[in-house]
T-cell receptor, first 111, second 113 residues
């Protein structure tokens, strides 16, 4: 059974700080997605990474896919209160199965 | 391009009743997956439909069922509701494979009293 472990589970920081969220597995994935979810809403897709070692940037967010395609990280620079939310990673194998989700990281950025 | 649309957004039902939730995927997407999200359990996969056929199923009791129509719209049904069924139900739309890029609807918040 494929599993994705996210860490940390909870993160509370001050505005302006940097942070990194990790998503790790012992299994290889063909692609990995990162989502952000606000309370009572559906997850919003932030990025998809498919190549080992790939780095994608979305404004202050930097996403990296591990060389072996077993892990990924999300780094936020100079966090803002608007970054508050639940961050989810999800891995897939493009084989007609299902996405495997991590447990999520609850981020709170205080002004 | 319109996103994934789920209706209704909120629902309050009584124990023992049944409920039907609806999901319209992104135009052209043929795979629709359903998830249950609760604070303690996170996102749990219910089932996935592709071309009107259930292709994958999670570990939920038979009270949870679904279907997909020829236009890719999907419905899920929960019969004999229990208090523990209170959750945010999410629908995700993918082009062809559920285990690739998925786009979520806003969800239906179901409260069972």
């Amino acid at each position: 059974t494929q599993l994705l472990e996210q860490s940390p589970q909870f993160l509370s920081i001050q505005e302006g700080e940097n942070l990194t969220v990790y998503c790790n597995s012992s299994s290889v994935f063909s692609s990995l997605q990162w989502y952000r979810q606000e309370p009572g809403e559906g997850p919003v897709l932030l990025v998809t990474v498919v190549t080992g070692g790939e780095v994608k940037k979305l404004k202050r967010l930097t996403f990296q896919f591990g060389d072996a395609r077993k892990d990924s990280s999300l780094h936020i620079t100079a966090a803002q209160p608007g970054d508050t939310g639940l961050y989810l990673c999800a891995g897939g194998n493009n084989q007609g199965g299902k996405l495997i989700f991590g447990q999520g990281t609850e981020l709170s950025v205080k002004p | 391009k319109a996103g994934v649309t789920q209706t209704p957004r909120y629902l309050i039902k009584t124990r023992g009743q049944q409920v039907t939730l609806s999901c319209s995927p992104i135009s052209g997407h043929r795979s629709v997956s359903w998830y249950q999200q609760t604070p303690g359990q996170g996102l749990q996969f219910l089932f996935e439909y592709f071309s009107e056929t259930q292709r994958n199923k999670g570990n939920f009791p038979g009270r949870f069922s679904g279907r997909q129509f020829s236009n890719s719209r999907s419905e899920m049904n929960v019969s004999t509701l229990e208090l523990g069924d209170s959750a945010l139900y999410l629908c995700a739309s993918s082009l062809l494979m559920a285990d690739t890029e998925a786009f979520f609807g806003q969800g239906t918040r179901l409260t069972v009293v």
